[in-house]
């Protein structure tokens, strides 16, 4: 059973940048699509980027420009650098993974993916 333990995260002011790691284990990392979602309070999880097993990158608009998704294939990890960040940006993102990350919008760790992180919270003050 695949396994994705997150690290990183915390709090910043608007403006500034963290980075979330996400470390896969018990699944190929290659063979699947893999990376964020986020849930503002109140929401659904949002499909925020990910890399496909073909290495197509996905940003939402909401992230693009600000947000950069890559991963180092030999640590079976994937990181999202998040810079200039907004008070909306505030939420838990999870990592996820699935053979096709197509649900935009869906419930937290639902069978949208196969495997989901613990989740990591990122606070951005104004």
């Known amino acids: 059973e695949g396994q994705l333990v997150e690290s990183g995260g915390g709090s910043v002011q608007a403006g500034g940048s963290l980075r979330l790691s996400c470390t896969a284990s018990g699944l190929t990392f290659d063979d699947f699509d893999m990376g964020w979602y986020r849930q503002a309070p109140g929401n659904e999880c949002e499909l925020v980027s990910y890399?496909?097993?073909?290495?197509?990158?996905y940003y939402a608009e909401s992230v693009k420009g600000r947000f950069t998704i890559s991963q180092d294939n030999a640590k079976n990890t994937k990181y999202l650098q998040m810079n200039s960040l907004k008070p909306e940006d505030t939420a838990v993102y999870f990592c996820?993974?699935?053979?096709?990350?197509?649900?935009?919008?869906?419930?937290?760790?639902?069978?949208?993916?196969?495997?989901w992180g613990q989740g990591k919270l990122i606070t951005v003050s104004s």
């Open positions: 890399i496909s097993a073909d290495n197509v990158t």
């Open positions: 996820a993974a699935a053979w096709a990350l197509v649900d935009h919008h869906t419930r937290c760790k639902s069978n949208a993916a196969d495997a």
